[in-house]
């Protein structure tokens, strides 16, 4: 299943399915992008990172693809399992000096069995 | 072993009066920051410290002030609380400044219910 992110703010997807969630950045200075995942009741929690310098990067059963042409992100979460249920934010690190993250608005993963 | 902490969990207090919310990090980290979240779930930056100097301050209501007593703390205390307070209220704290080291770790958040 695929989002577009702040048209879609729900995405659900069967288990076991690929998901990808996409996220539209603003600044085309931003030079540091993460995505994290928030569960129902905590905090957000980082799930993986990419620089400008890079257009991909991969983690465990996540990667993340940068497109610095069209300021577009992605997250692509292999083998969906229930736990992956949470809402997933991107954040751009804006100020050049790295000292401050602006968040996406979320998108909202629901797994089904 | 909790990286990033913050007390209350939940408050829930009338309109008009003064609450403070604490945050503790033992990850040794030289920032922190304050968070609020909406209903819709959009996080927006309120303040950041650096070595308990602010360095973000950003357009928020200056009946809310941070305090970092020292590095490892930063605590945020509103006055004349109002109902569009109501949030999520995260801290979050990150090693330091410099590039290589943007990563940032949430604690739990605080509900603020004002009625």
């Known amino acids: 299943g695929e989002s577009v992110g702040l048209h879609l703010p729900t995405l659900s997807v069967q288990e076991g399915d690929n998901s990808i969630i996409n996220c539209a950045y603003s600044?085309?200075?931003?030079?540091?992008f993460i995505w994290y995942k928030q569960e129902s009741g905590k905090g957000p929690q980082f799930i993986i990172d990419i620089r400008s310098n890079m257009d991909k990067r991969q983690g465990q059963r996540v990667t993340v693809l940068l497109n610095k042409t069209v300021k577009h992100l992605s997250l692509q979460i292999a083998a969906t399992q229930p736990g992956d249920s949470a809402v997933y934010f991107c954040a751009e690190n804006i100020d050049g000096g790295g000292n401050k993250l602006t968040f996406g608005t979320g998108t909202q993963l629901k797994v089904e069995l | 072993d909790t990286a990033v902490s913050q007390t209350p969990k939940y408050l829930v207090t009338q309109m008009g009066n003064d609450k403070s919310i604490k945050c503790e990090q033992n990850?040794?980290?030289?920032?922190m920051y304050w968070y609020k979240q909406d209903s819709k779930k959009f996080l927006k930056i309120m303040f950041s410290y650096n070595n308990k100097e602010l360095i973000i301050n950003e357009t928020v209501p200056n009946r809310f002030s941070p305090k970092s007593p020292d590095k490892a703390h930063l605590n945020l205390h509103i006055n004349s609380l109002e109902l569009g307070d109501s949030a999520v209220y995260f801290c979050?704290?990150?090693?330091?400044?410099?590039?290589?080291?943007?990563?940032?770790?949430f604690g739990p958040g605080t509900r603020l219910l004002v009625l």
């Open positions: 600044n085309s200075a931003s030079d540091y």
């Open positions: 979050a704290s990150r090693e330091n400044v410099g590039k290589g080291q943007e990563t940032q770790y």
């Open positions: 990850l040794g980290h030289d920032t």
